[in-house]
């Protein structure tokens, strides 16, 4: 049986401040069914993690080298030393913005791994590509290249997230949800066998919210999800988190 996961993505948000709502969410949630795993931004990684107790804390994103000249970045190995167990890889936002490919994501998620980093994958279609039916083609393609072959259900977990429904209050239908989950699992197991294929996570993101968390998690092969917006207030996240606990 897999573990339900609630994962939180601040992006560029939150300062020292910010730390009150995960020490919230600390306390509300240290006994749910559901794991928890808080990414704030770089600056805020440590200290979140003296404060976290039973929740995770992530990175956004990682360089693929352990060291070096790579002005700005951050390595597996930093985020592990400063108390990270899990990073994000291949956000549409860093797809789109530092032109990050999938082979990228590959070598980032490889050297996560080798820290004992969880991934956390990300893959999703543009309304455009959804639009001209090549869905499940995009996500087969970004599944094949971003996931190295050292992916185990310990060390990764796959978000769903059509880039369309980011930050947009659009949501796909209950059908479509179905449909590329069903379509990502049956692609790792063909892969990576039915051991390792049904024990990755899988984690619906996009305009996930208080409201419409219950219902997304009813979908079949949806194991938690990404959340960025109503994840920087405990008070939006905890019902997601406990719609979550709700299906256990
Ligand atoms: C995200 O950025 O990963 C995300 C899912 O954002 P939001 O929940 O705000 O749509």
Redesign the pocket.
Known sequence: MRRKLAAG?W?MNGNGASLAEIETLARDHAEGGTDLVICPPATLISRAAAVAGPIDIGGQDCHMAASGAHTGDISASQLRDAGATAV?LG???RREAHEEDSAMIREKARAAHAEDLTTII?VGESLAQRDAQNTLDIIGAQLSLSVPDTATGHNTVI?Y?PIW?????KVPSMNEIGQVHDFIRSNLERRFGSGVGRSVRLLY?????PGNAAEIFSVSNVDG???????LKAADFSPIVAALDATT
């Open positions: 993505n992006k994000i956000h549409s936002e990300c978000a997230e429904a980011i930050g947009t209050g993101g996009g305009s996930v919210k999800a990404l959340v960025g917006g109503a994840s």
